[in-house]
């Protein structure tokens, strides 16, 4: 591989971080809907796209993913607020954001996104034949890893209650309510993702990105909604020259989002919530630090780690939506690029990591000038453009049903994570080889 | 021990099935989630049901407006002599005071049991990881049981409130403390103090026991008879009928609908939930394990708390190795061979091979991390814990180190 042509990868990953920063201030938009448009946009300038090398193509996505794994939350964490009459707890980085802590949120977060580069560029080259042998050994079996996933968010489901009614009933219909809430929107969005997956309306040019309208209504549209119609009031936010982060608050927030990413990154079907969720019970986590050093690791993990796998001699798993994509154009052959490749994750994740306190207090400093209500209505109107573009009225009919289901879990005071039954338990059936008997019963096929 | 550990624990003992494993390269089968399933019911049974059926005597609501310490320890102390004079059991639940969506108003009960006093004090706001942080700045029982001796337990518990991780400044000044006396002699069979912080709050009961004292049993109604041995008999039968053909039963058709698959599941759902409650005797609480024969808790053999965080880690990662073993073992064709094994014939047909493979991969993938782990415990144990428990005692040893994180 010639030198000049390494500094190219080099630019244009560069660039990828850079795309990836302007597209993490809107939040709500996931990098694989920018890719999905930069794949659109490619295959409409096909002669110009195959003039390139593809390699290239390759490490402009993995600098965008790699940007946008390190940075797309600091939107969330600052024009996002919860408004706590919606919810039953708030997570630990929607409290710093009401202490003025914000900043400090998304460098702890920051901390654990570190740690996984670290993993991914400097420890993965060299126990890539462990984590092949991993991965063989466990594929036949991901079928019942999900349906034990899906078991486990089920079963963690516990009751919130306070216990206060007088009455045998009113408690278990207190405690019950919001648990019912839970099974439900669990129920509800395995029909949607079986839907889905057996009888979409999307057309079918636009099949490639048939979850997406789902995953935008579920996640992305719903919490923009509740942005809007919240009455929080975010502080002014206070930028500390350090942290305070005991030693051991960064180890076991670290292992807990290593455990979670690398089980989420192994795992089809598996996204880094659900994974986090198990992670940091089984790791015994603790405290608001831990858990938010340790979402930031998962999530680096579970984008670029699952990512790095498709280019991993002794593994070569096309899993997540971007390698999806990149396995339309290109196909790695070599120890050389994957060698190239982990260290333009470890370019990206650098400038990635050195935009970041520069990107947090970009984003405070908007939440005091402008109303986070309309960045969230902006968002939303982006994301339904994005939506209608890509897949047409249908995929907007999509989204708004899948709205309606992930507004659910705001007014009844349950989790969000058993919306995810929307790929997990398709995914898992399908896997089993009963998807198919499981739609006719439900009547989609 | 935590709610994943369980599950943890039970998949690992369905994988012992080679049925199970198997099943994953024919059938495609879910049988190994039964393991799963039911090494959590226990707990399932106990916070999704058993505990709404639970009725108390008396129960305690301290509001905002009138932090008065006075109404838990008087009606604890009320309770405890109530269960002595009558003979009967009393039950007593303290709510939780809820102050917005993040933080809680705390309150911290103790019971001396030798000088037969319940002490209040009335504690800061908290989150929610505040206090389920608690236990890991928590000193042990015995240094404790001495601070309260030489300074009272008032200013024992004070402490415990200003020193915890807490919203600051948000403890009443003056610090609101009360302190109760009962007459009874006591036979407490869980920690001293407790924190009244999130979910519902902590239960009580007071039971008399044949030689004159009163039991304090904490949260009573977990643990009873659905941690019990007899009751994983019962598992069995609801395991098997998941999984029988009862089409094959109705067409009498006998060996088709207690097809292997219900057979095994029948044994993986009782192993499943007696491995919950062999797990759980780990801890303080214990379990009525033969129930109706038996009536009260046994006590925990008090190794660890349910929050403790090594000693779940360690359950886990061993559950974790468990369950990869057997995923290799019972493969058609092994993925890896252990070097100690490699270049004997036959597989895991050979009962060589299977020894010498099995303490290969039990020396390198669960013995030597766990000394590694253990290694770490100690550092853990000496820099982080005593630096960060709260000190009662100028010659602090770390003992203890688990804290008094609570059992669940």
């Known amino acids: 591989m010639e030198f000049a042509f390494v500094m190219q990868c080099c630019l244009v990953a560069l660039v990828g971080v850079a795309v990836a920063a302007v597209f993490s201030m809107i939040p709500g938009l996931h990098i694989y809907n920018v890719i999905a448009f930069t794949m659109l946009l490619a295959f409409a300038a096909i002669d110009l796209f195959k003039a390139m090398d593809p390699l290239l193509t390759t490490c402009f996505i993995m600098g965008m993913v ?60 060299f126990v890539t034949g462990a984590i092949g042998l991993l991965r063989e050994l466990i594929r036949p079996h991901i079928y019942w890893i999900l349906g034990l996933v899906s078991l486990f968010i089920l079963i963690s489901e516990w009751p919130k209650d306070h216990g206060v009614g007088k009455t045998v009933g009113q408690r278990l219909r207190d405690g019950w309510g919001q648990l019912g809430m839970g099974l439900f929107v669990f129920a509800a969005a395995a029909v949607l993702g079986m839907f889905v997956f057996y009888n979409t309306i999307i057309p079918v040019q636009s099949a490639f990105q048939s979850l997406m309208p789902v995953f935008i209504g579920l996640f992305a549209l719903s919490s923009q909604i509740m942005t809007v119609i919240s009455r929080a009031k975010i502080p002014p936010q206070h930028y500390a020259s350090s942290v305070d982060a005991a030693t051991h608050d960064v180890a076991r927030g670290a292992l807990t989002g290593v455990v979670a990413g690398m089980f989420s990154s192994l795992t089809p079907g598996l996204t880094p919530g659900p994974a986090l969720l198990m992670s940091a019970h089984a790791t015994a986590s603790a405290g608001d630090k831990q858990f938010i050093i340790g979402g930031g690791a998962a999530r680096v993990l579970y984008y670029i780690g699952a990512l790095v796998l498709f280019f991993m001699p002794d593994v070569y798993m096309r899993r997540g939506g971007a390698a999806i994509n990149i396995s339309l154009f290109f196909v790695p052959e070599t120890t050389e690029q994957y060698y190239l490749i982990s260290g333009i994750i470890a370019l990206a994740g650098a400038a990635s990591m050195a935009i970041l306190p520069l990107f947090a207090r970009m984003c405070g400093a908007i939440t005091q000038k402008v109303d986070f209500r309309h960045i969230s209505l902006g968002s939303m109107v982006l994301l339904t453009a994005i939506v209608w573009g890509v897949t047409g009225w249908r995929g907007v009919v999509m989204m708004l049903v899948a709205t309606a289901l992930g507004l659910v879990p705001n007014f009844w005071h349950t989790r969000r994570i058993p919306l995810l039954a929307v790929l997990l338990v398709p995914v898992s059936l399908n896997m089993a080889g009963v998807g198919s008997k499981v739609a006719i019963w439900l009547g989609f096929r | 021990m935590k709610g994943i550990t369980h599950f943890l624990v039970g998949v690992a003992t369905a994988s012992c099935f080679p049925l199970a494993v198997r099943s994953a390269y024919d059938d495609k089968s879910y049988l190994i989630l039964l393991g799963g399933l039911f090494g959590i019911m226990s707990d399932t049974l106990d916070f999704k049901f058993a505990r709404y059926f639970w009725k108390h005597d008396y129960r305690v609501r301290i509001t905002e407006d009138n932090l008065d310490p006075a109404a838990a320890a008087e009606t604890i102390a009320k309770a405890i002599d109530e269960a002595a004079a009558t003979g009967r059991p009393v039950r007593v639940k303290l709510d939780i005071l ?38 890991e700045n928590m000193p042990g029982e015995e240094s404790k049981k001495r601070a309260v001796e030489k300074d009272g337990p008032i200013a024992v518990l004070e402490k415990f409130a ?35 912080g999130i979910f519902s709050g902590p239960d009580f009961e007071f039971i008399p026991q044949k030689d004159g004292r009163v039991r304090i049993d904490f949260i009573p109604w977990h643990r009873r008879w659905t941690h019990s041995i007899t009751l994983g008999l019962l598992m069995g039968p609801i395991g098997f009928a998941l999984f029988a053909d009862w089409g094959a039963l109705f067409a009498g058709n006998l060996a088709a609908f207690a097809n292997p698959f219900a057979v095994n599941a029948f044994f993986i759902s009782i192993l499943a939930f007696w491995a919950h409650v062999f797990v759980d005797q780990t801890g303080h609480l214990g379990s009525n394990l033969f129930p109706p024969w038996t009536k009260f808790r046994s006590l925990g053999w008090r190794w660890c708390t349910s929050a403790s965080p090594f000693p779940n880690l360690m359950v886990n990662y061993i559950s974790a190795a468990i369950i990869l073993w057997n995923m290799n073992a019972f493969a058609p064709t092994p993925v890896f061979t252990p070097p100690w094994a490699a270049g004997i014939p036959g597989g895991f047909t050979n009962m060589t091979y299977c020894i010498l493979s099995l303490l290969n ?48």
């Not at chain 1, 600091?74 to 710093?96: G, I, T, W």
């Not at chain 2, 993040?102 to 990881?129: E, F, H, W």
Request: charged fraction near 20%.
């Open chain 2, 162 to 196: 200003k020193e915890a991780p807490a919203l600051p400044n948000s403890m009443p000044v003056p610090t609101r403390g009360h302190i109760a006396s009962f007459k009874a002699d006591v036979n407490n069979t869980y920690y001293s103090d407790a924190e009244v």
């Open chain 2, 98 to 135: 809820r102050f917005s969506t993040n933080y809680y108003r705390t309150y911290a009960v103790m019971i001396d049991d030798r000088k037969k006093q319940v002490s209040c004090v009335i504690g800061p706001l908290k989150t929610m990881s505040h206090c389920m942080g608690r236990g």
């Open chain 2, 361 to 408: 991969y039990v020396g390198v993938v669960i013995v030597l991390p766990l000394l590694f782990l253990y290694a770490i415990v100690l550092l853990y144990r000496h820099i982080y814990y005593k630096s960060r428990s709260i000190r009662l005692e100028e010659a602090f040893s770390g003992e203890d180190w688990a804290g008094g994180g609570g059992d669940m």
């Open chain 1, 66 to 125: 790699v940007g946008f794994a390190v940075l797309f939350t600091v939107s969330s964490q600052f024009f996002q607020p919860c408004d706590d009459s919606f919810r039953s707890m708030m997570l630990p980085h929607e409290r710093f954001l009401y202490e003025g802590r914000g900043f400090e949120a998304v460098m702890l977060g920051g901390f654990g996104s570190l740690i996984a580069l670290l993993l991914i560029a400097g420890v993965f080259p």
